[in-house]
């Protein structure tokens, strides 16, 4: 057996018997009928059937895509050792939601987004089939990842904008949206939580093709919960004009309203300076940590943890109230975890700030997901939506471009500091400004009743 096995296999048992021993300190409380309403209360968006459906099958579906992701750069930083080709194959999986989510947005706002969905999860689905095959009889290039990378970023590049403007479709009781936000959040998150953990030892075990060829089957799950709601048709105006007029309407509208643009932009670099960390992980398990895959998948498990404990957390609030601020004050504790993660050496550590990490950037995330579905127009929805879509993932790419050139440059500590230091000075910005925002947020607030006017 090589060090490396025998360095991956104490890994993986040293974190076991962690959270065995950490189990074990707690007991399970009796349940209280307190505990019943707060737990109905936290997820309280189940109960419209549609959204219950969707729920569902996306929650087995998202495991899978967490399983692919992580199985995907062990692959290729197995292949090449390389944190450039790793920059590389996230940026050609991203860049297309750069140039192609407005125009989804476009789409989204035109047709039937349910039908839209029930296509790309289908192409979603073959393009995971394709990567399983390859990799399965051992044909697997690099160039073959870059392919179906971007295969996918395209396809994703309309399911994701459309799939958020689709929320509020499931949705009967509008009061329930920012609760539906949340859990979609947690859903992810329980996903980002199990996903890598199950990779990790699938990979080590047997290899990377069995986690590509279980996130093909998962995505018939999503496929058949989208064809068994019952969606009420939409009601869509014939395109009265061309789609760049409604592009252009769309973009002055969201980026002439100082609340959206601002937390469109505030998303948008900490996409771009703070969230490529998860780019550079394999480096870290590697190199700093001297782990293997098992090592790879706690660490984003743990940002997992996090993000879900931010998801339910925002779940369990009663009002949109504050959320503005906490846009703000969760993007300078982003930064703060990645910063203390990039000069950590000790692992345990490091899967705690992790943790905080994600926690803070689910919160930032989240409740800009939840701001911009509150005060946004209908007939704007879907623009406004993948412009949102873009600052998150859109710029992800050149985040990810950039973090692999300077990791070769200056190594991945550095290059997650400056990360993170540049995500703290633009929260602090944007707190800054937050008067000002809540000024020009007031009266969208009274006109739809979340606020009285004397208050």
Same mark, same amino acid.
């Given at each position: 057996?090589?060090? %490396?096995?025998?360095?991956?296999?104490?890994?993986?048992?040293?974190?076991?018997?962690?959270?065995?021993?950490?189990?074990?300190?707690?007991?399970?409380?009796?349940?209280?009928? =307190?505990?019943?309403?707060?737990?109905?209360?936290?997820?309280?968006?189940?109960?419209?059937?549609?959204?219950?459906?969707?729920?569902?099958?996306?929650?087995?579906?998202?495991?899978?895509? =967490?399983?692919?992701?992580?199985?995907?750069?062990?692959?290729?930083?197995?292949?090449?050792?390389?944190?450039?080709?790793?920059?590389?194959?996230?940026?050609?999986?991203?860049?297309?939601?750069?140039?192609?989510?407005?125009?989804?947005?476009?789409?989204?706002?035109?047709?039937?987004?349910?039908?839209?969905?029930?296509?790309?999860?289908? *192409?979603?689905?073959?393009?995971?089939?394709?990567?399983?095959?390859?990799?399965?009889?051992?044909?697997?290039?690099? =160039?073959?990842?870059?392919?179906?990378?971007?295969?996918?970023?395209?396809?994703?590049?309309?399911?994701?904008?459309?799939?958020?403007?689709?929320?509020?479709?499931?949705?009967?009781?509008?009061? %329930?949206?920012?609760?539906?936000?949340? *859990?979609?959040?947690?859903?992810?998150?329980?996903?980002?939580?199990?996903?890598?953990?199950?990779?990790?030892?699938?990979?080590?075990?047997?290899?990377?093709?069995?986690?590509?060829?279980?996130?093909?089957?998962?995505?018939?799950?999503?496929?058949?919960?989208?064809?068994?709601?019952?969606?009420?048709?939409?009601?869509?105006?014939?395109?009265?004009?061309?789609?760049?007029?409604?592009?252009?309407?769309?973009?002055?509208?969201?980026?002439?309203?100082?609340?959206?643009?601002?937390?469109?932009?505030? *998303?948008?670099?900490?996409? *771009?300076?703070?969230?490529?960390?998860?780019?550079?992980?394999?480096?870290?398990?590697?190199?700093?940590?001297?782990?293997?895959?098992?090592?790879?998948?706690?660490?984003?498990?743990?940002?997992?943890?996090?993000?879900?404990?931010?998801?339910?957390?925002?779940?369990?609030?009663?009002?949109?109230?504050?959320?503005?601020?906490?846009?703000?004050?969760?993007?300078?504790?982003?930064?703060?975890?990645?910063?203390?993660?990039?000069?950590? &050496?000790?692992?345990?550590?490091?899967?705690?700030?992790?943790?905080?990490?994600?926690?803070?950037?689910?919160?930032?995330?989240?409740?800009?997901?939840?701001?911009?579905?509150?005060?946004?127009?209908?007939? &704007?929805?879907?623009?406004?939506?993948?412009?949102?879509?873009?600052?998150?993932?859109?710029?992800?790419?050149?985040?990810?471009?950039?973090?692999?050139?300077?990791?070769? &440059?200056?190594?991945?500590?550095?290059?997650?500091?400056?990360?993170?230091?540049?995500?703290?000075?633009?929260?602090?910005?944007?707190?800054?400004?937050?008067?000002?925002?809540?000024?020009?947020?007031?009266?969208?607030?009274?006109?739809?009743?979340?606020?009285?006017?004397?208050?």
């Amino acid at each position: 057996m090589s060090s %490396d096995n025998q360095s991956n296999k104490m890994d993986f048992k040293f974190i076991l018997r962690g959270l065995n021993s950490q189990v074990g300190r707690f007991s399970i409380p009796p349940k209280t009928p =307190w505990a019943e309403a707060r737990l109905g209360f936290i997820f309280r968006a189940l109960k419209h059937k549609n959204y219950r459906l969707f729920f569902g099958g996306q929650s087995i579906s998202l495991v899978g895509t =967490w399983m692919q992701m992580v199985a995907m750069s062990w692959l290729v930083y197995r292949l090449t050792n390389s944190a450039l080709l790793l920059g590389i194959v996230g940026f050609v999986g991203q860049i297309p939601s750069f140039f192609l989510m407005p125009f989804a947005g476009v789409i989204a706002d035109r047709y039937n987004r349910h039908r839209i969905l029930i296509a790309t999860q289908t *192409l979603a689905m073959l393009q995971a089939v394709a990567l399983s095959v390859l990799v399965i009889t051992e044909h697997v290039e690099v =160039w073959h990842i870059v392919v179906l990378n971007l295969i996918l970023g395209l396809v994703s590049s309309f399911d994701i904008p459309v799939r958020q403007a689709f929320t509020v479709e499931m949705i009967e009781n509008k009061d %329930d949206l920012g609760n539906a936000i949340a *859990l979609n959040s947690s859903m992810v998150n329980v996903a980002r939580l199990l996903g890598p953990s199950i990779a990790g030892i699938i990979i080590a075990f047997v290899g990377e093709g069995a986690c590509f060829f279980i996130n093909a089957f998962s995505y018939l799950a999503v496929i058949f919960s989208l064809l068994a709601m019952k969606i009420t048709p939409k009601v869509i105006k014939p395109p009265e004009h061309h789609v760049w007029h409604d592009l252009k309407e769309g973009f002055v509208y969201a980026f002439n309203f100082a609340p959206i643009r601002d937390i469109i932009f505030l *998303l948008g670099l900490a996409s *771009l300076m703070g969230v490529p960390y998860q780019i550079l992980m394999p480096v870290f398990a590697k190199d700093i940590f001297h782990g293997g895959p098992q090592t790879l998948g706690f660490l984003v498990s743990m940002a997992g943890i996090g993000a879900l404990a931010g998801a339910i957390y925002l779940a369990g609030r009663k009002s949109v109230i504050g959320l503005v601020r906490m846009i703000g004050e969760s993007s300078i504790l982003f930064g703060l975890g990645v910063i203390a993660f990039s000069f950590s &050496k000790t692992l345990w550590f490091s899967m705690i700030v992790i943790c905080m990490a994600g926690f803070a950037m689910m919160v930032q995330m989240a409740a800009s997901n939840t701001i911009l579905q509150t005060i946004v127009e209908e007939d &704007k929805r879907g623009r406004v939506m993948s412009f949102y879509t873009m600052a998150f993932m859109g710029m992800t790419p050149f985040g990810s471009l950039f973090a692999g050139y300077l990791a070769n &440059k200056i190594g991945a500590p550095y290059t997650l500091m400056v990360g993170g230091v540049c995500c703290i000075f633009a929260a602090l910005g944007f707190l800054r400004n937050l008067p000002s925002l809540r000024e020009k947020m007031r009266p969208v607030y009274i006109e739809k009743g979340i606020i009285t006017p004397g208050n």
